[in-house]
C-alpha cells in the first residue's frame, strides 16, 4: 500500500466475480445474485451501479466489504487481493473502506448516543486514545454539518436526513479512502436528499473520495457518478461513462430503464409513455426460460440468438455492451 | 481509558445513565416487588443476628402453636419458631436459587450467543444438546445427584442449573439470530469490529430482557423444585424453605397454620420475581423502542383537552356540489406522547368524477392522514376536529362507522403501499379478492370467484388462473400490485385512492402499474393517487395539491404547477429532483427538514426553510387563496411569479 496514490489507479478491482447465496433449509437450491462480474473503481472515480431489485447490485457491494462469502472470482483492493481475507485483515481494511446503507434508521443502535456510534471503530478498531476519538467525532459531525451537541443525543433525535448525515460521518471518522453507498439516498425525500446528494459531491471533491454508488434511481447515479454500470439478473449488460450511458443506453434494458422513469414534465411524459411500451415486450413470453440473455424474455428486440447464446460483453466506442443486437439496435436508432 | 472531557461528549450523558434506574421506579408492581425481594433478601442476610430464636432451639412446650407475643408466627413440630426458621431458611433456599441461576446463566447465555452469531457446529450442538436434555427427566438426574451427594442440596441446585442450561442458550440463540441481522451489527462489522465487541456492546444489551425473563422463570422453578426435594425429604435436613414445607405437610391436620408462612414466603417470593423481571424487560425494551402510542381508552381525555386549546376559527367554504368528493377545512388531530396534536389543517379540495388528483409532498406532511381520514381509517386516537367531507351526498367526517363502512371498499377503493404484506400470506390471491367481492355485493361463493377471475383480466395479469390459485408470497411485486388493485376495483367503487402504489416497485414495474391506473380512470373511476414523486405526479395526474407540514399549499392543473410553481416549497421541491440535476453543479436543495406537528411554526409553515421569507410570513397564519390569473390556489404571501396579481392583503 503506497502513500502517496496516483489519481486514476485502480482502487476497487473485482474480477469474475459470483455470489451464491444457499437457500435456507433446502440444500442444493441456490441462488446466483451475482454472475461473472468485471468492475472497477479507480482512484477519485465515483461507479454508479444501478439494476432493479434483485439485479445483485447491493450483494456486489457486500462482497467488496467481505459482509457476504464471494463464491468466484477476485476482490482487489489497491493491488491486494481480499477476496477470503481474514476478521484480521478486514480489521486493517476497515480503516480505508467504508459503507453507508440505505436505512437511517436500522444502521445505528438506538441504545447508543451518535457519539458512542461514531466512536465506536475509532476505540475498538484504530485503539485510539480518548482525546483523538474526541477530536475525530467532533470533526466528522462538522464534516457533514451537525453540530458538535449532536453526539450525546440518540438516533430517535435525528430526522431521516440528519441520520443519513450521522451515518455519513460514521463512515468519515474512519478517514477511508473508499466507501460503498448502498442505495444511501434512496430513503430520503426530495429536499433531504438533494442535501445529501450535495454533501457526497462535496465530499469526493475535498477528500479525493472513490464511491460505489449503488442506486435503482438512473437519474441520482447520473449526477454524482463518473462511469455507470448497469446489472441485470446479477451479470453487467452495459458499463460506461455517465453522461453517455444515461443520455444514449445503448443495451435495450438500460433503455427501457431510462424510457420507465418518469419525468416530472406531463407533456414530455405522455411521449415517453408511449416510448416506454416500445421499451419492453408487454408481456413476458411465459414459460420459456432463457438459456442465452437474461433479458430476452423481456427484451422487444430479442431473437433465436438471445434465446440461446449468452452474449460477451463487447466495446463500442468506450461503452461496453453485452447485447447481440448491438449494431442493428444502433443503426435503427440512427 | 476515556477521559472526563470525553465522557461529556462521546459517553452517554450522566442522566440517561440514571434513567433507567428512574423509568423502572415508575412502574408501581415492579418498584414493590424489587423493594419486597431486597428485604427478603436483607432480613435473610442478617438472620443470624435479627432473628428472634436460633432456627433449631426446640421448647417442646409451645410445639405446633399459633403465632403468639412470644413466637409471632407461631411454632413448628419441635417448638422451633417459625420465623426465625423462615429467616435463616431463606438463606439456603436462596443460595439454591443462586447456584442455580449462576450455572443456568453463566452456561446458557454465552453458548446461545455465540451459537446464534457464529452459526455452524457449535450452533447444531447447542440445539442437538437442548434437544437431549429436554427428553431428560429432571428429577431422576437430580435423584441420582442426590444418591452420589447426599443431602447436599448444592449440588442438586448446580445440576438444575446445568440442566436448564442448553434451554436458555436455545432461547438467547433465536433471540441472538434476530439481533445479528440488524443493519447496525452489518455496519460494526464493515468496520473491523471483533465479534467479541459486537457481541458485548450490540447483542447482548438488546437479548438481556429474553434472558432476564427466562432467569426469573428459571429461579421461581429452582424455588419450587427446592420445595419439592424438601417434601420428598431428599433436600436438606437444615432449616429452608422446602424443609418447612414439608412439615407443614406432615402437620396439616393438627395444624393447618404451619403451612401459611412458608406457602406464603414461596408464593410471594416467585410472584414478586415475575413482576420484576416483567418491568425490567420493559425498561430494557425502551431503549430500543419509544413506547407505543397511547391506547384509544385515552380517546375520551384526548377530544376533552383537545375542545379546551384555542384554535382559529376558520370559516369553511361550501362544498362543490358538482364535485364527486368535496373536502373543505378537513382538520385532524392524533395523539403525540399522549397528546391531542393537529396533524393535518385546512385541507380542502375537490375531485371531479373521472379525475386524478395528485397528492404530492415529503413524509411527514399529511398526504396518509389526510387519505386514511376520508375512509374513517385514522389510527388509533385519532380525530377529525374540524371540516367536511361531501361523497355522493353524505358527509363522511360525521358518518357513522357503520355507514362508513358501507362506503369503504364499496364506493371508495384502497390501494396500499406495500402490495405483499397488504395481502392475507394465508390464503390465495384469488380467494381474497372472491372474499373481497362477496363482502361488496353479496353475490354467491361461485359467482364471486368468476367476478375474481375477470377482475384480474382487467388488471391485465398474466394467466389469471394461475395467479389466482397462488399465494401471496408467490408472487412478484408488480403482480401482488395488480392483485391489490384488482380488490380495491371488486366492490365497483367511483373513487380509489391510492397511497404510494408504485413506490415499492421498480421502475419498469411502476410504469406497467401507472398504464393501469390509467386506464381505470378511462373508464370513470376517479382516482386520487399520493405520491412523493414528481415524475409519477406528471404521468397520471390531471390536478395536484402539494401538501406541507399539514397544510395545502398549492393547488393546481399539474402542467401548470410544474412549469410554474407559485408557492415557494413547491418551487424548492421540484428544483431538487435529480431529473434537473446537472452533474458537477451542486443540487438546488430546501435547507432544514419538514418540522414535526409539535413545532409548527406561528404564521406560515415554511418560514424557516424559505428563501422569499418576510416578517410578515412569521406574523400570523397564511391562508390559501385563489390566485386566478395563474389559475391555481397557494397559501403564500409571496408567491413566486407573481405578475400584477394581489394575494389576499
Redesign the interface.
Known amino acids: 500500500m503506497t502513500d502517496q496514490p496516483a489519481a486514476g489507479t485502480a482502487l476497487l478491482n473485482l474480477r469474475d466475480l459470483d455470489v451464491t447465496y444457499r437457500r435456507a433449509g433446502r440444500r442444493g437450491a441456490a441462488v446466483h445474485a451475482v454472475r461473472g462480474v468485471d468492475l472497477t473503481v479507480h482512484r477519485g472515480e465515483t461507479v454508479g451501479l444501478v439494476g432493479?431489485?434483485g439485479s445483485g447490485k447491493s450483494s456486489i457491494g457486500s462482497a467488496a466489504?467481505?459482509?457476504v462469502t464471494v463464491t468466484g472470482g477476485r476482490v482487489e483492493f489497491d493491488g491486494a487481493d481480499i477476496t477470503r481475507s481474514s476478521?484480521a485483515d478486514?480489521?486493517?481494511?476497515?480503516?480505508r473502506m467504508?459503507?453507508v446503507?440505505q436505512?437511517p434508521y436500522?444502521?445505528?443502535?438506538?441504545?447508543?448516543?451518535v457519539?458512542?456510534?461514531?466512536?465506536?471503530?475509532l476505540?475498538?478498531?484504530l485503539g485510539l486514545p480518548?482525546?483523538q476519538?474526541?477530536e475525530r467525532?467532533?470533526r466528522a459531525l462538522d464534516d457533514v454539518g451537525l453540530p458538535?451537541g449532536a453526539?450525546?443525543r440518540?438516533p430517535?433525535a435525528f430526522?431521516?436526513?440528519?441520520r443519513q448525515r450521522i451515518?455519513i460521518a460514521?463512515a468519515l471518522v474512519?478517514e477511508p479512502d473508499f466507501i460503498v453507498c448502498d442505495e444511501a439516498v434512496s430513503a430520503l425525500?426530495?429536499?433531504?436528499?438533494?442535501?445529501v446528494?450535495?454533501l457526497l459531491?462535496?465530499l469526493k471533491r475535498t477528500r479525493g473520495l472513490s464511491y460505489l454508488f449503488i442506486s435503482?434511481?438512473?437519474?441520482?447515479v447520473?449526477?454524482?457518478s463518473d462511469t455507470i454500470v448497469v446489472l441485470y439478473a446479477g451479470r453487467v449488460v452495459e458499463r460506461g461513462p455517465?453522461?453517455q450511458v444515461a443520455d444514449h443506453p445503448a443495451h435495450p434494458y438500460t433503455r427501457?430503464?431510462l424510457?420507465?422513469?418518469?419525468?416530472?414534465?406531463?407533456?414530455?411524459?405522455r411521449q415517453r409513455?408511449t416510448e416506454?411500451?416500445h421499451a419492453?415486450a408487454a408481456?413476458?413470453a411465459?414459460g420459456r426460460v432463457s438459456q442465452g440473455c437474461a433479458f430476452a424474455p423481456?427484451c422487444p428486440f430479442a431473437q433465436e440468438t438471445c434465446w440461446t447464446t449468452r452474449p460477451e460483453p463487447t466495446d463500442h466506442d468506450g461503452v461496453t455492451v453485452a447485447c447481440h443486437r448491438y449494431d442493428q439496435i444502433t443503426a435503427e436508432a440512427a | 481509558?476515556?477521559?472526563a472531557?470525553?465522557k461529556?461528549?462521546?459517553?452517554?450523558?450522566a442522566s440517561?445513565r440514571h434513567g433507567f434506574a428512574a423509568r423502572l421506579a415508575r412502574k408501581p408492581a415492579a418498584a414493590v416487588s424489587a423493594g419486597y425481594l431486597l428485604l427478603v433478601l436483607l432480613v435473610t442476610l442478617l438472620a443470624d443476628w435479627i432473628a428472634p430464636y436460633d432456627p433449631d432451639a426446640q421448647d417442646l412446650t409451645a410445639a405446633l402453636s399459633g403465632p403468639s407475643g412470644h413466637h409471632w408466627l407461631g411454632t413448628g413440630e419441635l417448638g422451633r419458631d417459625v420465623l426465625s426458621r423462615l429467616m435463616h431458611g431463606g438463606q439456603v433456599t436462596l443460595l439454591g436459587v443462586a447456584i442455580t441461576l449462576a450455572v443456568y446463566l453463566t452456561l446458557g447465555v454465552p453458548a446461545g450467543m455465540v451459537a446464534g452469531y457464529r452459526g455452524g457446529w457449535f450452533d447444531r450442538l447447542v440445539l442437538k444438546s437442548a434437544d437431549l436434555i429436554s427428553a431428560v427427566p429432571v428429577i431422576i438426574v437430580l435423584l441420582v445427584v442426590l444418591s452420589v451427594f447426599t443431602s447436599n442440596e448444592s449440588a442438586a441446585m448446580a445440576a438444575n442449573g446445568l440442566l436448564g442450561a442448553p434451554l436458555l442458550a436455545r432461547v438467547v440463540r433465536s433471540a441472538t439470530l434476530g439481533v445479528k441481522e440488524?443493519?447496525?451489527v452489518?455496519?460494526?462489522?464493515?468496520?473491523?469490529?471483533?465479534?467479541r465487541?459486537i457481541i458485548r456492546?450490540?447483542v447482548l444489551?438488546?437479548v438481556s430482557g429474553v434472558i432476564l425473563v427466562q432467569a426469573s422463570v428459571y429461579g421461581a422453578y429452582a424455588v419450587l423444585l427446592e420445595t419439592g426435594l424438601g417434601f420428598l425429604g431428599l433436600g436438606t435436613t437444615q432449616a429452608s424453605w422446602g424443609s418447612m414445607i414439608a412439615e407443614a405437610s406432615k402437620n396439616v391436620g393438627t395444624d393447618p397454620w404451619l403451612l401459611v408462612p412458608s406457602g406464603f414466603m414461596i408464593i410471594s417470593f416467585i410472584l414478586a420475581l415475575g413482576l420484576l423481571s416483567d418491568g425490567l424487560r420493559d425498561t430494557l425494551a425502551e431503549?430500543?423502542?419509544?413506547p407505543a402510542d397511547k391506547p384509544p381508552s385515552r380517546r375520551r381525555a384526548a377530544r376533552e383537552a383537545l375542545a379546551k386549546a384555542p384554535k382559529a376559527v376558520i370559516p369553511l367554504a361550501e362544498p362543490d356540489k358538482d364535485a364527486l368528493l368535496s373536502v373543505r377545512g378537513l382538520t385532524v388531530a392524533l395523539p403525540i406522547d399522549g397528546t391531542p396534536t393537529e396533524v393535518i389543517r385546512d385541507v380542502s379540495f375537490d375531485l371531479r368524477a373521472g379525475e386524478v388528483l395528485g397528492i404530492v409532498g415529503?413524509?411527514g406532511c399529511g398526504k396518509t392522514v389526510t387519505a386514511t381520514s376520508l375512509l374513517g381509517m385514522l389510527p388509533a386516537g385519532g380525530e377529525i376536529t374540524a371540516g367536511t367531507i361531501h361523497f355522493e351526498g353524505s358527509d363522511l367526517a360525521k358518518a357513522e362507522s357503520d355507514a362508513l363502512r358501507r362506503v369503504r371498499g364499496r364506493r371508495i377503493g384502497w390501494i396500499s403501499q406495500d402490495p405483499i404484506s397488504s395481502l392475507d400470506p394465508s390464503f390465495t390471491a384469488g380467494a381474497q379478492v372472491a372474499e373481497a367481492v362477496r363482502v361488496h355485493t353479496g353475490c354467491t361463493r361461485k359467482a364471486a370467484r368468476q367476478r375474481a377471475l375477470e377482475l384480474f383480466e382487467l388488471v391485465?395479469l398474466?394467466?389469471p388462473a394461475r395467479v389466482a390459485a397462488s399465494y401471496p408470497h408467490q408472487l412478484s411485486?408488480g403482480m401482488a400490485q395488480r392483485v391489490g388493485i384488482a380488490a380495491a376495483l371488486s366492490g365497483n367503487p367511483a373513487l380509489v385512492i391510492a397511497d404510494e402504489p408504485t413506490t415499492a416497485l421498480?421502475?419498469?414495474v411502476?410504469?406497467e402499474i401507472?398504464?393501469l391506473l390509467r386506464d381505470l380512470q378511462k373508464t370513470g373511476t376517479a382516482v386520487i393517487l399520493i405520491t412523493?414523486?414528481?415524475?409519477?405526479?406528471?404521468?397520471l395526474c390531471d390536478r395536484a395539491v402539494v401538501m406541507y407540514a399539514g397544510e395545502v399549499v398549492e393547488e393546481a392543473e399539474?402542467?401548470a404547477l410544474?412549469?410554474a410553481p407559485a408557492h415557494p416549497y413547491t418551487a424548492?421541491?421540484?428544483s431538487?429532483?435529480?431529473?434537473?440535476?446537472v452533474?458537477g453543479e451542486?443540487?438546488?436543495?430546501?435547507?432544514g427538514?419538514?418540522p414535526p406537528p409539535t413545532q409548527w411554526p406561528v404564521g406560515c409553515h415554511f418560514q424557516n426553510r424559505c428563501p422569499r421569507v418576510t416578517d410578515a410570513c412569521r406574523e400570523k397564519p397564511v391562508v390559501i387563496s385563489q390566485l386566478t390569473a395563474l389559475e391555481r390556489s397557494a397559501r403564500c404571501i409571496r408567491p413566486v411569479e407573481l405578475i400584477g396579481e394581489t394575494a389576499h392583503d
Open positions: 432493479e431489485s466489504l467481505g459482509l476478521r478486514r480489521r486493517l481494511l476497515a480503516r467504508q459503507v446503507f436505512d436500522g444502521s445505528m443502535n438506538p441504545a447508543h448516543t457519539g458512542d456510534t461514531l466512536a465506536e471503530a476505540r475498538h478498531n480518548a482525546d476519538i474526541q467525532v467532533l458538535p453526539a450525546r440518540y430517535a430526522s431521516g436526513g440528519q451515518a460514521r474512519m425525500d426530495l429536499s433531504v436528499q438533494a442535501q446528494l450535495n459531491a462535496q435503482h434511481d438512473l437519474s441520482v447520473r449526477y454524482l455517465a453522461a427501457a430503464l424510457a420507465a422513469a418518469p419525468v416530472p414534465d406531463p407533456v414530455a411524459q409513455q416506454r411500451r419492453l408481456v413476458p411465459a423481456r | 481509558m476515556t477521559s472531557a470525553v461529556n461528549t462521546v459517553r452517554r450523558p440517561q440488524e443493519l447496525y452489518r455496519a460494526a462489522v464493515a468496520n473491523g469490529i471483533s465479534d465487541v456492546r450490540h444489551p438488546r431503549r430500543y423502542a419509544p415529503e413524509t391485465r398474466p394467466d411485486g421498480d421502475v419498469t411502476q410504469a401507472l398504464d412523493h414523486d414528481w415524475g409519477v405526479l406528471a404521468d399539474v402542467t410544474v412549469t424548492g421541491l421540484l431538487s429532483d435529480p431529473h434537473h440535476a452533474p451542486p443540487l438546488p436543495a430546501v435547507e427538514a419538514v
